[in-house]
């Protein structure tokens, strides 16, 4: 079973069979056929599940479109590990190199890059909100150097899964970063997702990874839920033991947290997303201006549930769930 996601503003819901044309770019061929390696930098935020598989399926398809690595490209990698500081240096770092493109991935991350780097092209993934968070103008018409790929998933889909997993449930827990506009955003649609279903949002701000554990054991709720936060996601093993002390579901944004010990989520395939936003930088590198590419998302959903997760907590599966789920982890 799949769920498309609802349209957001006016964000182009583009597949990723793209037909690519090159614009004879200066940049280079990228067939390793005697051009110089096209150079570029990867700015990722940290080394999460989920940022780690978009960077690899970024790589993968500039690979399987004429790009391969170490002959058609060169990958300048480099990684804030968490810090935001750091981030900023990458960055500044970046914006006096040579590379033909930097991609950017999380949102802290690209803020960074978007502030940094103005005479380079620029493509991001994982980013929820790239207009709120200040990193383009709009949705269809980015503006400026810079466009890529949203990760923004179905909060309200997800926070429906609470109720079918928990029918009795009246308050949810969320625990998320105070200093991320991608998180708010998500738990202000979480807030909405849960009132129309008559439940109550009771949140669990964090300014650092280190304090997920004690915000996700405050949480005096009947469910908890985390959204794509990328610090919340660095410490989910915390959430896991306090949904699983309290005997409670966990629902998060992401299925690579479901894989950590998340009971469900209607996710995305960051791999996918990562291929995704490759074919779109493989057309800036061919000619395309990215001010005025539209910012892309996928456009499905897969169901994924952890069946030992859900046990842990005390919680038992509807099995027209698990009979509806993309993947059942056991």
Not at 116 to 142: C, K, L, Q, R
Not at 309 to 324: H, K, N, S
Request: glycine share 10%.
């Amino acid at each position: 079973m799949k769920r498309s996601l609802s349209t957001l503003g006016t964000a182009a819901l583009i597949t990723t069979g793209l037909f690519l044309t090159s614009c004879g770019s200066d940049a280079g061929t990228g067939d390793g056929g005697g051009g110089e390696p096209v150079k570029i930098g990867i700015s990722q935020l940290m080394d999460i599940q989920a940022l780690d598989d978009t960077r690899e399926g970024f790589i993968k398809g500039m690979s399987e479109n004429g790009y391969p690595e170490g002959e058609g490209v060169e990958y300048d990698y480099q990684n804030a590990q968490g810090d935001q500081a750091t981030a900023t240096q990458i960055a500044a770092g970046f914006a006096s190199s040579d590379l033909d493109l930097v991609f950017a991935i999380a949102t802290p991350a690209a803020q960074s890059v978007a502030q940094a780097v103005g005479n380079i092209p620029v493509v991001f993934s994982a980013v929820t909100e790239p207009v709120e968070a200040g990193i383009v103008e709009a949705w269809d018409a980015p503006g400026a150097n810079i466009t890529g790929t949203s990760n923004l998933g179905p909060v309200e889909d997800q926070i429906a899964l609470i109720k079918e997993l928990a029918p009795d449930a009246k308050t949810i827990g969320v625990v998320y970063s105070s200093g991320e506009v991608n998180s708010r955003v998500q738990v202000d649609l979480a807030r909405e997702a849960a009132e129309e279903l008559g439940m109550e949002l009771k949140e669990a701000a964090i300014s650092a990874t280190s304090e997920v554990q004690q915000a996700a054991q405050s949480l005096d709720v009947d469910a908890l839920y985390v959204p794509t936060d990328s610090h919340v996601v660095a410490a989910i093993d915390s959430v896991v033991e306090a949904a699983e002390t309290k005997q409670i579901p966990l629902v998060v944004g992401d299925s690579a947290s479901v894989e950590a010990g998340g009971v469900a989520t209607y996710g995305l395939d960051y791999e996918q997303l990562g291929y995704q936003t490759a074919l779109m930088a493989i057309k800036i590198l061919e000619g395309e201006d990215p001010s005025n590419m539209p910012v892309e998302k996928q456009t499905e959903s897969l169901l994924v549930l952890n069946k030992s997760a859900a046990a842990r907590m005390g919680v038992t599966i509807p099995q027209e769930m698990l009979d509806a789920a993309d993947t059942v982890i056991d």
